[in-house]
């Protein structure tokens, strides 16, 4: 009798688990399917120096700054150079009274010479002969009395070497006259050791000292000599 009833409860729980296993099946079937999120695996390594340290956030990269912007170069313009101002020219002094005197007296004589030279060169040889026949009475010392070489020759040779260096001042009277002693020394310089006779105007007695230093010197005499010598126009 234990066996039937053995056998009818084996095949009751056989069947039960069957459908249980069916209806599992089944709402499994009908089920909306879960989708599982993928598995990452991540490595957090430690950047030197910072041992000990089980994990780091490595901060994102900083975006590379922006170009600054390049202004335009503006060109200084270069700073005028100061001009130097023109210096004003010196102002000649203002001449005396004396000095403008002495300076028409000299244009004067340098006139009075280039106006009147060949006229003086032209006189001086239509006197020459009358000259010398004076100046050898006038002549002394032993060399003139007796005639001997160094006498008229000698007066000839030292009036006539002055009357050619002497210029007339054209601006002077034509009846002025002058006499003068001249003394010759040994070595042959000459000058004024009397005036006989000035002619009583001071450009003319003026041009005759300047043609007896002007003439010097002369040929060295034998022996010192007066000679007695007469300028007139």
């Not at 003068?180 to 006989?196: W, Y």
Request: proline share 11%; hydrophobic share 35%; charged share 25%.
């Amino acid at each position: 009798m234990n066996q039937p009833f053995f056998s009818r409860a084996l095949g009751f729980s056989l069947a039960l688990h069957i459908s249980i296993v069916v209806i599992a099946f089944l709402v499994a079937s009908f089920s909306p399917a879960r989708k599982i999120a993928p598995n990452y695996v991540v490595t957090l390594v430690a950047p030197p120096g910072d041992a000990g340290t089980t994990a780091s956030v490595s901060a994102a990269p900083e975006a590379a700054p922006a170009p600054a912007e390049t202004k335009p170069e503006t060109k200084t313009k270069p700073e005028p150079v100061p001009q130097k101002k023109s210096e004003p020219a010196p102002v000649a002094p203002k001449r005396t009274k004396q000095e403008k005197l002495a300076d028409e007296q000299l244009l004067s004589d340098r006139v009075a010479a280039l106006k009147a030279k060949k006229r003086i060169e032209e006189m001086v040889a239509q006197r020459r002969t009358a000259e010398v026949s004076k100046s050898k009475a006038t002549g002394t010392g032993p060399a003139a009395k007796g005639g001997k070489p160094g006498g008229g020759d000698y007066v000839s040779l030292v009036t006539t070497k002055i009357h050619r260096n002497w210029i007339y001042p054209e601006s002077s009277p034509q009846n002025l006259e002058m006499i003068v002693l001249l003394r010759v020394r040994k070595d042959g310089t000459a000058s004024v050791e009397r005036v006989i006779k000035g002619s009583g105007n001071p450009l003319f007695d003026r041009s005759v000292q300047r043609a007896i230093s002007k003439s010097n010197p002369f040929p060295p005499p034998p022996q010192e000599m007066e000679i007695q010598a007469t300028f007139s126009p």
